[in-house]
């Protein structure tokens, strides 16, 4: 079985966006947070996207490689990112590329099934898709990467749940500009 890990930045108040969707808060991340991601994304079998995560991430990725001073670490997660397998699950789009599969159905019965296949962990990214994957009890473990910010609202990286989840604190460890990284496994 698989293991579904979902990670993303964050404001001290929990937000991965501020209302409007704005990302700006975070500033460009640290050369070690982004190597953090960067080996995050390389021990990754398979990503999940949302239609919102996925619409950023395709906008500048696909050539994040070729843009002018591009660092060898962007360069490096550019060409990983596009050659590795990807989902979108959403019911609006109807195209995408990158070695990237579109599923438009029941997203929950899909990861299930994704998890119950052989193979390497997969990463879920994107509020709404986590959201449901966190309510179905399918996240194995939260990687949240929480910066120095209060923004007051936006889209929240925790969801509403019916139920507790008890979690394990495995590592947190402190980055340059005051970022908290903490990765906790889900006790089951």
């Known amino acids: 079985m698989r293991k579904l890990i979902y990670g993303m930045n964050l404001t001290l108040d929990g937000y991965i966006a501020a209302p409007g ?4 808060w975070g500033g460009p991340p640290s050369d070690e947070l982004f190597q953090f991601w960067s080996d ?10 949302g239609r919102k995560l996925w619409q950023t991430m395709s906008s500048y990725w696909p050539t994040g490689d070729q843009q002018p001073g591009a660092t060898p670490a962007e360069i490096e997660f550019a060409r990983r990112w596009r050659d590795m397998a990807k989902v979108v699950f959403s019911s609006t789009t109807d195209k995408v590329d990158w070695n990237t599969r579109l599923v438009t159905g029941d997203a929950v019965a899909e990861i299930t099934r994704l998890k119950a296949e052989d193979g390497g962990p997969m990463d879920i990214g994107g509020a709404t898709l986590a959201g449901a994957a966190m309510r179905a009890g399918l996240i194995d473990e939260y990687v949240l ?10 889209t929240p990286f925790f969801t509403a749940l019916d139920n507790w989840v008890n979690l ?7 980055l340059p500009g005051g970022v908290i990284l903490s990765r ?3 006790r089951r």
């Not at 394990?168 to 402190?174: A, C, M, Y």
């Open 21 to 24: 969707d704005d990302i700006g």
């Open 40 to 49: 995050q994304l390389r021990a990754t079998d398979l990503s999940l996207y």
């Open 145 to 154: 990467a929480t910066a120095p910010v209060l923004v007051g609202g936006g």
């Open 168 to 174: 394990n604190l495995v590592e947190t460890r402190t």
């Open 184 to 186: 906790y496994e889900t």
